[in-house]
């Protein structure tokens, strides 16, 4: 299985089955995990997809990980942890270890992360969990000793590999923490305990649970890169892992418009059809521009893996920080048309309620939106001084944004904890309006006006901008979102420009998804034309009629459907 054409084949062959929402629902109200499910999943070679080196392509992933999601966010959560416990082996690890580490993967073995605890959370830098080197000091063939407690780690009771942040220096800092291959199997009796389960709102089902280890021994070679990396590897394996989580919420969102669409066509108030009622409709337009907006920013994220890895730890914060926020108010706009049946755990409302609280985790995996918007915030004054001088990575950026072009294999030397070439596509920006305004499609003028006023105005007062050490400011936070809709923006005038076939169809027609993405994006009626006003509803409206229209599972750009 290498598709998403054929991955969607499978799990439509399951409907009836291991992915039927009946079946998925009484899991979750057991709060028992999806095992047969995932089995499925295993027997597709889904786990060759989190295999990164040397080949790998992290906009597949996603967009494989986003079809299960789609079906259901705690199959996808489950099965895609895999990929956010190799993660540091790909961006840190020896050949020898990464190839070992792939062979497992692919064969269908779990891999956890050990990162968390108990009494610490993500404070990484306050863990306990240690790792003292056995007689005859860490680099020889005497190996390690690790002792301590992980908690609320998904799939730690499943794994038969975890990644675990251990401290190697009593005195801690930046370069006391090292990363640990540790293999269950190869354990004494004794030496790791599973702890139980944690009861959770959302993804019920998801193993989450934690474990101890009590002197469990480790050779030299599980050391992930050198002794005291651990807090660099971590951070650069969270460029990718906070890219590859935006799949959850896409595969939300193309579920909750799934559901919501259905009943919009299916009910009637008062003698009509609910989907002729013009502010369902405007509800309807703009959760679906949002779903755009995500599906735009994930997928040139996803593709700068690849072709814009030295910014990464400024792309994975925005995205994110975006996508899943996004969706969440996505989701909460369509709980509201839903009104009652988004609330039901039986027929005929099933499915929303459960889609509605397992999202709301994505937002926390992997660095929460406030510590993503703060690692933002840490780069912003670099960030304004590039977009001051509009220098951009060119080549690279026109790469990620042509879905159709081939990806360069991943490299992992060029990835950097902090981004010297500051966002190449916020960069890039004022050139893609200007470049739009002249071109088209016909009504993006004001659109382009409103967005090279804001992006102005968000360069004049990130100028004065100066972390601190004691606390953001909110109104530092409110920076942070603009930048992130910015690079939004600079997102889908990149796809549209980059890809032809996104120029046609049913949503390419006149720029309909251009700009129902910029209204979406520039807030609508923050302005005083009446006319423009008019035009917004129209533009929306019109999207609206093309979700109402399709019978397709998925509203996509990236799939190509448009």
Not at 70 to 90: M, N, Y
Request: charged share 25%; aromatic share 4%.
């Amino acid at each position: 299985m290498t598709t998403t054409t054929e991955l969607e084949t499978l799990l439509a062959a399951h409907e009836d089955d291991v992915f039927s929402p009946d079946t998925l629902a009484a899991l979750d109200a057991r709060d028992e995990f999806p095992g047969d499910a995932v089995r499925v999943l295993d027997e597709a070679g889904l786990p060759s997809h989190y295999v990164l080196a040397p080949d790998g392509d992290v906009s597949e992933t996603v967009r494989l990980l986003r079809t299960v999601a789609r079906r259901d966010l705690t199959v996808a959560v489950a099965h895609g942890k895999t990929f956010l416990g190799t993660a540091p082996v790909w961006v840190a690890g020896t050949p020898a270890q990464v190839a070992r580490l792939a062979e497992r993967v692919r064969r269908g073995e779990a891999v956890c992360w050990g990162l968390t605890e108990r009494d610490h959370g993500a404070d990484l830098l306050a863990g306990e969990l240690a790792a003292v080197a056995e007689p005859g000091g860490a680099a020889t063939d005497g190996g390690w000793r690790l002792t301590g407690e992980k908690w609320l780690i998904n799939n730690a009771t499943r794994a038969t590999l975890a990644c675990v942040l251990a401290r190697t220096d009593p005195a801690g800092g930046g370069r006391g923490f090292s990363l640990f291959v540790v293999d269950r199997a190869g354990l004494p009796e004794g030496a790791w305990r599973d702890l139980p389960k944690v009861r959770t709102h959302g993804i019920r089902g998801a193993d989450i649970s934690g474990f101890t280890l009590e002197g469990a021994p480790v050779g030299a070679d599980a050391l992930v890169g050198a002794e005291g990396d651990g807090i660099a590897v971590v951070l650069k394996a969270l460029q990718l892992t906070r890219i590859a989580c935006t799949a959850l919420s896409l595969g939300a969102a193309d579920h909750a418009l799934l559901l919501a669409r259905e009943f919009a066509v299916g009910r009637e108030l008062y003698g009509r059809r609910l989907a002729e009622v013009p502010h369902v409709r405007r509800i309807l337009g703009r959760a679906a521009a949002a779903a755009l907006t995500a599906e735009a920013v994930s997928a040139l994220s996803a593709r700068s893996v690849h072709t814009l890895p030295g910014e990464l730890s400024v792309i994975s914060a925005i995205t994110k920080a975006y996508v899943p926020t996004l969706t969440q108010e996505t989701l909460g706009s369509l709980g509201e048309l839903l009104g009652v049946r988004g609330f039901l755990t039986s027929p005929p409302g099933v499915g929303f309620a459960k889609l509605e609280r397992d999202h709301r985790i994505c937002a926390i995996f992997d660095g929460s939106t406030v510590v993503n918007r703060t690692a933002l915030l840490s780069q912003l004054p670099r960030l304004t001084r590039k977009l001051t001088r509009r220098r951009t990575d060119n080549e690279g950026l026109r790469a990620a944004a042509d879905l159709t072009a081939p990806l360069p294999a991943f490299d992992r030397n060029r990835l950097s904890l902090l981004s010297l070439t500051g966002c190449s596509a916020v960069q890039a920006l004022p050139e893609l309006a200007e470049r739009v305004q002249e071109e088209g499609p016909p009504g993006t003028g004001g659109l382009m006006d409103r967005l090279l006023t804001e992006l102005a105005s968000l360069e004049r007062e990130s100028a004065d901008f100066l972390p601190v050490a004691d606390g953001l400011p909110s109104t530092a936070f409110a920076l942070a979102e603009r930048y992130e809709r910015a690079y939004a923006a600079a997102a889908v005038l990149l796809l549209w420009r980059e890809n032809p076939a996104l120029r046609t169809g049913r949503l390419g027609a006149d720029g309909l998804w251009l700009r129902a993405c910029l209204t979406v994006l520039l807030g609508e009626g923050d302005h005083d034309k009446a006319g423009d006003h008019a035009n917004e509803n129209d533009v929306l409206d019109a999207l609206a009629a093309a979700l109402l229209g399709t019978t397709d599972t998925q509203f996509t750009l990236w799939g190509g459907t448009a």
